[in-house]
């Protein structure tokens, strides 16, 4: 099956600094990727749709200037998680649909661990 | 919120026996999915049943869905310590726009 990687798979920060996870499709293009943000035993909940070419979308109550996102090929998709602090620790998880399919499957990141001291 | 609420919450079994999870929804939708989640790790598509289907299998998985009351269930036979993990159900949908809302989700823990 299609293979979505995330990198990287954790991260730890100061609490003011900025940490870019990217995500990418390695066998196929993804003209839309989703980030999903996952707090410990929870659901994912979506934060923003990654358009290629365009602004991506924001989910409410989501930041757009905290939770930057930039989706610049059709492979690649950055979400950077500007000054964070302790409450962004989280999962962050990325997915993109394959092009073929009109389902709403999804194809998976590994996920990225966001620790903020 | 538009999430859907999947019981139980948590199951704990052993292996050889049955496990079954509930899931139910607000909204009309397209299809609905469900996916497994091992601790730490991104999500693994299951199955998928569209709306105007009832029931579908896959190996040992076996769905069912009644969209008049708006429920899923998702049935592993004969289960194995390795299905321990959290499954989460996920519905498209049906705005035209192919979005995932996630249930909350179920874990399984199956002792050996």
């Known amino acids: 099956g299609a293979v979505v990687s995330q990198h990287p798979s954790w991260v730890i920060c100061k609490s003011g600094t900025s940490v870019k996870i990217e995500c990418r499709s390695l066998?196929?293009?993804?003209?839309?990727m989703f980030w999903y943000r996952q707090f410990p035993k929870q659901s994912l909940m979506l934060m923003a749709t990654?358009?290629?070419?365009?602004?991506?979308?924001?989910e409410q109550g989501v930041e757009k200037d905290k939770f930057l996102i930039n989706h610049a090929s059709l492979t690649l998709s950055t979400l950077t998680v500007t000054s964070a602090h302790p409450e962004d620790s989280s999962f962050y998880i990325c997915?993109?649909?394959?092009?073929?399919?009109?389902?709403?499957?999804?194809?998976f990141g590994e996920g990225s661990r966001l620790t903020v001291l | 919120s538009q999430q859907g609420e999947e019981d139980p919450q948590a199951l704990s079994i052993q292996e050889g026996e049955n496990a079954t999870m509930n899931c139910s929804y607000k909204t009309s939708i397209n299809n609905l999915q469900w996916y497994r989640q091992n601790s730490g790790r991104g999500l693994v598509h299951l199955i998928l049943?569209?709306?105007?289907?009832r029931e579908k299998h896959s190996g040992r998985l076996r769905v069912t869905l009644d969209t008049s009351k708006k429920s899923s269930s998702l049935l592993i036979t004969a289960s194995r310590a390795a299905d321990t993990a959290s499954y989460f159900c996920a519905t498209v949908l049906n705005t035209g726009f192919q979005k995932l809302v996630f249930g909350t989700g179920t874990r399984l823990l199956v002792s050996p």
């Open positions: 997915s993109a649909p394959p092009v073929e399919a009109n389902t709403g499957e999804l194809f």
């Open positions: 049943i569209r709306s105007n289907e």
């Open positions: 066998d196929f293009q993804a003209t839309t």
């Open positions: 990654s358009n290629e070419g365009s602004k991506a979308t924001y």
